[in-house]
Each structure stands twice: as structure tokens, then as C-alpha cells.
């Protein structure tokens, strides 16, 4: 897809760090904008923001955990639009522990937001995307967690890895059934963003008592996204990627070779060695 003007993206979780930096660069390509976000003010925001540079927006709040919310946004923005070309379900937050230590409800936030999150986005937008018979993309936020699982990571790393198979089924998918559009999954290392402070946004619910083995890995990744890159570097490489049809967007090079790595030890029947996460390029 390399024609953008005048075409319609979609962006959850747009109201802060790589969500926000993709709408705004979709923006600047003269895309009209689909945003949504489950913290108001934020979302408000951005589409003030947005708005103010004369981009035709449609702002909605949105848990993406809940189908029924995200179906009703998806009718908001077709009936508004007509279409939508780009479809980024960039949603999600970071939740880790020992594996062994913590209450199942820390792996069910993970997962209803990073991995049926990203599933309701695809289920909701994805057929009418079809229907309208247009070329289009669809990018998923998964993570390096995605591709390397990290000790201390397990809610975080699961849900990655399963957003991760989403989008590479969606990917065959939409090959095999003749369809014109296409898939790519966002791997982000280390951004520049509040990932760290997910809790922000948990639910009472879902709310569990905290845990040493939690905020050590808590200040780990507050540690990496502080020295992280830029999101609009990341939504650089995003719009790349969809321009030229690239499947895996992975923002650092240093992980480029434990990808070989990993796949060797896994053919090996081994255990495949911890990356370094880190920021460098």
C-alpha cells in the first residue's frame, strides 16, 4: 500500500507513546484518523492535537479487552468513514512476574488486552477491510517479548507471543484467500514510553496484591524505555513497513542476530539463549 492521502488508519492505544506517534504520522501522510484509548483525557488530547492540524478524526474510548466495545467502534468509524485502509491494533500493556509466583488474573489482563485485544480488533474491522475489496494493512504491537521469552516476563511474554501468532495466521490467511491486504506485527525493543506504568490502567477487577519478584522486573523495564528510542522513530519504520509490505518490523538491529540464534538452538532441541535487551541499534 503505498498511497495513504486521504485514506482512513485506525489506532488503538493511541493516546500515548507508539500509539500516539503512529496516528500522528498517519496524520502528516493526510490520513483521516480513527483513534481510540481507554484514558479519556489523553485520547482527548491527541484528537484536539489532530484536529488542530485539520485531520478529520473520529475519537472513541475504548477497553479493547471488551468485544462488544471494540465492534461498536469499528460501526462508528465505517459508518463515519466507509472504509479504513490501515488498521493498527497497538493497545497493550506490561505485566511481569516469576511464573510460578503470581494469581492467574495477572496473565488474564495480559492477555485480554495484548492478545484478545488485538483478536476482537482483527475480528471487528478485518471482513468489512475485505468486503471493501481495497488495499490495506493491518499492523500488530506485539513485542521482542514476542519473538525471546525473558525470565520475569511470563504475562507479558505469553500475551506477545500470542499476538505475535495472530498477526503471521492473519499474514497466511489473507495470502491464501487472494485478499489485498496485508499484515505486519510491530517488535518493539526498548521505546521511549509509560509502558511501565500499565497498572495505571487495570482494572479493579483485575488488581492483585504487588510482589518483589513484580516491581523488580517493573523497574527493569522502566530502566530500558528510559533510555529507549523515540516512538516516532518507531511509527517511521511502521509506515515503511506497510509501504513496502514488510511482515516483521523489529526497531533494533542488535536483535537481528538472536533471531538466528534462537532458531538454531530451537532446531538443536535447546533452550534458545536471552538476547540482550537493550537500546542500542
Not at 485502509?85 to 492477555?111: K, M, Y
Amino acid at each position: 500500500m503505498e498511497d495513504f492521502d486521504g485514506r482512513v488508519a485506525v489506532v488503538t492505544g493511541a493516546g500515548s507513546g507508539i500509539g500516539r506517534a503512529l496516528a500522528e504520522r498517519f496524520a502528516a501522510e493526510g490520513m483521516r484518523l480513527a483513534i481510540a484509548d481507554i484514558e479519556k483525557d489523553a485520547l482527548d488530547a491527541v484528537r484536539r492535537s489532530l484536529a488542530a492540524r485539520g485531520t478529520e478524526v473520529i475519537a472513541q474510548v475504548v477497553d479493547v479487552g471488551d468485544e462488544e466495545a471494540v465492534h461498536a467502534f469499528a460501526d462508528r468509524v465505517f459508518d463515519g468513514f466507509g472504509a479504513v485502509h490501515v488498521l493498527c491494533n497497538n493497545a497493550g500493556v506490561f505485566n511481569g512476574c516469576q511464573i510460578w509466583s503470581r494469581p492467574a488474573r495477572d496473565f488474564a489482563w495480559a492477555l485480554q488486552v495484548n492478545f484478545w485485544g488485538v483478536l476482537h480488533g482483527i475480528q471487528a474491522f478485518v471482513p468489512r477491510m475485505i468486503e471493501g475489496g481495497d488495499e490495506g494493512h493491518i499492523v500488530t504491537t506485539s513485542s521482542v517479548a514476542g519473538l525471546f521469552a525473558a525470565p520475569f516476563s511470563g504475562p507479558y511474554s505469553v500475551s506477545k507471543f500470542a499476538a505475535y501468532a495472530a498477526t503471521e495466521c492473519l499474514g497466511h490467511e489473507l495470502v491464501v484467500s487472494g485478499s489485498r491486504l496485508r499484515a505486519s506485527v510491530l517488535c518493539p525493543g526498548g521505546v521511549a514510553t509509560r509502558i511501565h506504568q500499565s497498572e495505571r490502567n487495570r482494572p479493579a477487577s483485575a488488581r492483585t496484591e504487588p510482589s518483589d519478584d513484580q516491581a523488580f522486573v517493573e523497574q527493569v523495564i522502566a530502566d530500558t524505555v528510559a533510555a529507549g528510542i523515540a516512538p516516532e522513530a518507531v511509527a517511521e519504520q511502521v509506515v515503511d513497513a506497510v509501504r513496502t509490505q514488510r511482515f516483521l518490523v523489529l526497531t533494533h538491529d542488535a536483535y537481528r542476530p538472536g533471531l538466528a540464534a534462537r532458531a538454531a538452538a530451537l532446531a538443536s532441541g535447546e533452550l534458545p539463549p536471552l538476547p540482550d535487551y537493550e537500546t542500542r541499534d
